[in-house]
Structure formats: C-alpha cells, structure tokens
C-alpha cells in the first residue's frame, strides 16, 4: 500500500481509494499509520466517512462540541437503535445522560455491582477450569460480558447468548458502510427482540425501582419509552462488547509477553495498568462519529457544514506524536491519557463499570484460577474488525490437576 492514490485538492479532503473494507477488517493499524502520516483527514472511500486519525485533532474536535456535535440525521446508530443520548448535545444530552449515571455511580459499582459480577466471574470460571483447556471467547469472556450486563440494565428475562446476538448484529449495523442489506436486516431484528425484552420488564421495573439501568429510566420523567428503547439498545452493543473484547485482548497481551504477565503476577498493583494499556493497545470501540456544524479549517483541509467525520480513537491510541513504541504493550509504559473512552461531554459511561469488571476481576482471576494458562500452540487467535475491533477467539491451556474451585477473595 502506497501513497500515490491520495488525491489531494487545494485544501479539499483528501480522497483515499486503494484501501479495502476487507483490509481494515483483517488488520487496520497500518492505514491508520498511513493516515496519520499523511492524510490526518481523508475521505475513505471504502468506508464511505471522512477519518480522522491524529490524536491532538480528536481531542481538539470533543472539546469543541458545539462546532462538531454528536447528532447527525443520517446517523447509522440512530436507523439501527433510534435517537439515544450518545447521538444528543448539549442539554438534551446531559439530562438523559444524568439518568444512566444513577446506576454506576462509584458506591454502586463497589458494593452492589462488583458482588455480582464477581459471582458471575467465579460461576464461570468453575464450570469450565477442570477442563484444562477453552476458548476464552466463548467460553468466558462472551457470556461474562452479556451476564453482567443483564444485571447492571435489569435485562435478566432474556438469555445471554440472546444479547450477545443482539450486540453483534447493532454493532455490525452501527459500522455498516457498506450499506449492506444483510446486515441492516439482522439489526432490525435485534431491535425487535430487545423491544419485546423491555416491554416485558418495564412495568416492574416502574413498580419496583432498583439500581438496574433499565429501573432507572422507567422511574425518570426524561425518558419516553422510545427513548428507553433506544439508550438500552446502544448499552447492549457498546457496554458488552468492550468488556469482553478487553478482557480478551489483555489476556492475548500477557499471554504473549511472559515478562508482563511475571511483572503483574509479582505486583498486583499492576492489573490496572493491564487495563488501561489493553484499550489502548486495541482500542475495542475503534471509531465514532461526528458532523461539523459550520464551514471551518481542520488539519490543512476545508471542512463544510454537514461534513461527517468518522474519529479514529484506535488510530489516536498509536499516534507517534503521543506514544513511544506504540505498537508494543506495556504495562509499566508512562502514564498518560488515552482516548480508548473518548472524551469530552460524552466519555464513555461505563468506563468505570469496565475498568471494575475486567482490570479488578476477570482478567486476574483468570491468570490467579488457571495455573499454568497459556496460548493454545497448535491453534491460532484471531482478531477481527475496525470500526469494533477485539480477538474473535482465543484458545488457551492450562494445569487442570491444580484448580480451586473456590471464588478468590478479591477486592473494590
């Protein structure tokens, strides 16, 4: 790949039309290098969105919200999961926002949430550690992550393999620039499946309130059922698959650099390093979207009012202008902040939850559970996507003739 099809007009957007949908899929991080290198925005012609991919720039356009908001009309989330408040600005966003918030505040999350979660962790990790040998995908990190959920939005009428279909199939529709029919057409059924969901536990959850997220906005005058609706739908797709793909990718992590995992193994203090350095590693929500409200300049290129701009958080995470040797993982790399979250008014809500449930208990009690866990040699892990990117499988070995079949005493 070279870059002799970049097509650069006086201050126009440069156009790049050699790379494909398949090659970012497979591996995206070396266009992104590219980009960055070249074209820090640049129409890409094979995911339909201008791509913005420096990290300075990133920050710059979710600091300025009002001059690059987050509602577009042609919003792919909005067709696929309706108008919640992750496509909202301002104070329309802030009031809808403020009602989720009531459940992941930090006492929730230390002693309501981190409880059951941690029973959902040990449970799992129970029925399958005598084995010596699993896919951490499906046999851990998938239902783990569609487990806790179900808890923490009150969804627990529904099995967990129905949400983790439900996430894939808004997940692939939220990302589908292609505009392939297929996809629209699953995601239209999830929808479906999570309305009929919600309209089974709604009427309790007004009746009987609790801290679930579900409770939370039936018992709030700010949020209509269309509304509940939509904001469920978008936690089902991003607050499922980023646990799980960051459990999945800091355990691939360690599991591939012996130094690191003995490092963590010696000093525990280091699990949340794990963490943070993972979602920055692979960051498992890759992109998000924004428009530019007026005419203005960015980056050396003119933007026009209604310009949508697809922002690279994966792409900012390996920016050379902000991380040394960007490509390695690192658990004792310098502190500094990543974009792994976002930023600005709407940073992730459920970055803490995340950081709970997988740098305080299912990585470590992964590596703790399992003696002697290590990549499976004769079978390959796979890591797919871009717009969500994370391992799609992950095999593992370990000493099945020393596991505890006992929870281990972990901590908030």
């Not at 591996?27 to 070249?38: C, G, S």
């Not at 809808?96 to 941690?118: C, G, Y």
């Not at 129970?126 to 499906?138: I, M, N, P, Q, V």
């Not at 949340?272 to 498992?284: G, I, L, M, T």
Request: charged share 25%; net charge neutral.
């Amino acid at each position: 790949m070279t870059g002799s099809n970049i097509a650069v007009r006086s201050k126009a957007i440069p156009v790049i039309d050699d790379v494909t949908f398949e090659a970012l899929y497979s591996n995206p991080y070396p266009t992104y290098a590219r980009l960055r290198r070249d074209a820090p925005i640049a129409w890409l012609s094979a995911a339909n969105i201008n791509l913005v991919t420096r990290f300075d720039t990133i920050k710059h356009i979710d600091a300025h919200a009002d001059a690059f908001p987050a509602f577009d009309q042609k919003s792919l989330m909005i067709r696929a999961m309706g108008h919640g408040f992750l496509r909202m600005d301002g104070a329309e966003h802030r009031a809808e926002r403020m009602v989720a918030q009531k459940s992941v505040t930090a006492d929730l999350i230390r002693n309501h949430w981190f409880p059951r979660f941690q029973s959902i962790v040990d449970d799992l990790i129970a029925g399958f550690e005598h084995r010596g040998e699993a896919d951490l995908f499906t046999d851990f990190a998938a239902p783990m992550a569609s487990r806790c959920l179900m808890e923490l939005l009150g969804l627990t009428n529904v099995r967990w393999q129905d949400l983790c279909t439900w996430s894939q199939s808004l997940m692939d529709a939220v990302g589908n620039y292609s505009d392939d029919p297929t996809i629209w057409s699953r995601g239209e059924e999830a929808s479906r499946g999570i309305d009929d969901a919600l309209d089974e536990v709604l009427g309790d959850k007004r009746s009987t309130p609790d801290p679930t997220l579900v409770s939370q906005m039936a018992n709030s005058s700010a949020m209509s059922r269309e509304k509940i609706r939509a904001n469920v739908k978008f936690i089902i797709g991003g607050g499922l698959n980023e646990p799980r793909d960051a459990t999945l990718t800091a355990m691939y992590c360690l599991l591939s650099n012996v130094s690191q995992l003995a490092k963590v193994r010696a000093n525990p203090s280091l699990w949340s390093n794990v963490f943070e350095e993972a979602v920055r590693y692979c960051a498992p929500i890759g992109v998000y979207p924004r428009t530019v409200a007026n005419d203005i300049e960015l980056d050396g290129v003119d933007l026009k009012k209604g310009d949508r701009l697809g922002l690279c958080i994966a792409s900012a995470c390996h920016d050379e202008a902000h991380w040394r040797n960007a490509q390695a993982f690192d658990i004792e790399r310098p502190k500094r902040n990543h974009l792994a979250f976002g930023s600005g008014p709407h940073l992730c809500l459920g970055a803490k939850t995340a950081r709970m449930q997988v740098g305080q208990l299912s990585v470590p009690a992964l590596v703790e559970r399992l003696p002697g866990l290590s990549l499976n040699s004769e079978l390959k892990t796979e890591f797919a996507g871009w717009v969500f990117r994370g391992p799609t499988r992950l095999p593992v070995i370990w000493d099945s003739g020393n596991g505890s079949a006992k929870g281990l005493s972990r901590q908030p």
